[in-house]
């Protein structure tokens, strides 16, 4: 089981990673969705994974570059959503989540 404080920054970095998918990202991923599905932090909260969803015309690999080339950019806007509750903000390394696929993948199967 994590150590609460542990859960608490992965709840906060996974809401407001949200917000600034939701908002911030449309002029970077025109006619795409991103949804973030999850949160890691590490147990030093160094580093923080972060799981999306790509809905959209992107491909989630394109999603995926787009959002490596601007992790600084996003870093910085998460750090002035955030620099009240964090006094460092984590490393950003993003993560596809099939798991929606998967899901879509096995209940298609089961049909049959």
Sequence with gaps: MKPIRQSK??????????????????????????????????????IAKIFFTVLGKIKPAEAMEILMANRAS???????????QMRIVPDLRFHIDDSYESIARIEELLKK
């Design 9 to 46: 920054v992965a709840r906060l970095l996974q809401k407001e990673m949200g917000e600034i998918f939701g908002r911030e990202m449309k002029d970077l991923l025109p006619g795409t969705f991103l949804t973030v599905t999850g949160a890691e932090v590490s147990p030093d909260l160094s």
């Design 74 to 84: 996003i870093r910085h806007e998460l750090s002035t959503r955030v620099k009240n």
